[in-house]
């Protein structure tokens, strides 16, 4: 089964060495250090999932690769610095003039944890990750192909620190505008704010092929909202349809799901169409005059109303618990000018339009690495000096 794992095959470049990577690198068992016998101090303690905390003393000098070996299997870490690996990882130590940083790019591209699935063994055994074929362009060549790689590593590392300061951003908003241990005496509910009755909806036998309609299904609600491609064909010729057609700015409410699911919701502005929503949903209609559907809509997938909705679901079904009509009519809301509400989804379209995009420029700068190390790991593609 390991032969269907190996990544290199004899077509390499001239110049190269293709060899099983146990004749260049050792893999060393790390050493526990539980919690309570870490002193926070100058040199980080590495587990399978990368860095886990820091200790006042160093186990092995650095630079350092790391692989899981249990856990995260075949994940593979790289120190600048001395640090301590737990036993929960293996550390590389090198038999020849290699360079650290592309023997870790190496290690990455093998994808080590292939082999978990392979020989169905819980865990990475050296036997197995040395037995796998590696190429060695000389030194030189090696250190440019590292470089590359490391400049592509920053990039998606300076990427995913604005995006995590996004998500920041995007939660302390939530939690401003909704604080979750509001006192709700005398605040308003969403009774007042309707203009027509909380219904259910009705879930049809849906065909196997597009009809150009749609009906929502559950997983159409998130915790971020409401997700179009949630969906299933539509019947033409269903007439308990008639009247469930969702029109823009309606919003929808999960009740019937698993208890982390219930209360989900979404606000529905136009696509697909024609929509229709199902019986495990309610649909609320509001006076935009009095409160802004996409604000309502920020609210109901705050905290806020999580804690609501799952304080009021109950049932028997196993795992599956509801809640009511009367529930989402009662639901207090914190509710206030129109012009403050408008504020509040502008800067939270802004916050969210940027973690979008940097989502996606972190796709397209992560398949950009995958590519680099296709290619100059393999010889397709040389650097020159």
């Known amino acids: 089964m390991l032969s269907a794992c190996q990544r290199f095959d004899s077509s390499i470049p001239s110049g190269w060495v293709l060899e099983p990577i146990g004749k260049r690198i050792a893999l060393e068992y790390g050493s526990g250090l539980t919690d309570a016998e870490r002193t926070p101090g100058a040199y980080q303690v590495f587990g399978s999932n990368g860095p886990v905390g820091t200790h006042d003393k160093y186990l092995v000098e650095g630079p350092g690769i790391l692989v899981g070996r249990k ?6 870490h790289f120190s600048e610095g001395n640090y301590w690996p737990i036993d929960t990882v293996y550390y590389v130590t090198r038999k020849a003039n290699d360079d650290p940083r592309f023997i870790a790019s190496l290690l990455e591209y093998l994808r080590l944890d292939n082999l978990n699935a392979a020989t169905g063994v819980p865990g990475l055994t050296r036997r197995d990750a040395l037995f796998m074929l590696g190429a060695f362009p000389p030194l030189n060549e090696q250190v440019r192909i590292a470089e ?18 996004a998500e920041r951003v995007k939660k302390a908003l939530m939690q401003s505008a909704f604080p979750y241990k ?13 203009i027509a009755p909380v219904t259910n909806g009705y879930s049809p036998v ?29 019947p033409n010729d269903d007439p308990k349809l008639a009247g469930n057609e969702l029109q823009e700015n309606d919003v929808l409410i999960s009740r019937s799901n698993t208890r982390e699911r219930v209360g989900y919701a979404g606000l529905y502005q136009g696509n697909p169409s024609p929509c229709f929503y199902p019986d495990l949903m309610m649909r609320v209609k509001v006076d935009h005059a009095k409160i802004r559907p996409r604000y309502l809509d920020l609210l109901l997938q705050s905290e ?12 028997t079904s196993g795992s599956m618990v509801k809640i009511k009509e009367r529930d989402v009519r009662q639901m207090p ?33 992560r398949r950009v690495k995958q590519s680099l190390l296709q290619n100059l790991l393999t ?3 040389r650097l020159k000096p």
């Open 182 to 194: 509001r006192e709700t005496i005398g605040l308003p509910t969403i009774n007042s704010l309707i």
């Open 304 to 315: 806020f109303s999580r804690r609501f909705f799952q304080s009021r679901a109950g049932g």
């Open 148 to 165: 590359t790689l490391k400049a592509a590593d920053d990039h998606i590392r300076a990427l995913e620190e604005q995006y995590r300061k």
């Open 333 to 365: 809301v914190i509710l206030p000018c129109v012009d403050s509400q408008d504020v509040l989804v502008e800067r939270f379209n802004s916050v969210t339009a940027l973690i979008a995009a940097l989502g996606t420029q972190l796709t397209a700068a």
């Open 206 to 234: 849906c065909p196997d092929y597009e009809t150009g309609r749609w009906v929502l299904g559950l997983d159409a609600l998130t915790a971020n909202g409401f997700d179009p491609a949630g969906r299933k064909p539509a």
């Open 71 to 76: 856990g995260s299997v075949g994940a593979v």
């Open 379 to 381: 010889g397709k593609v």
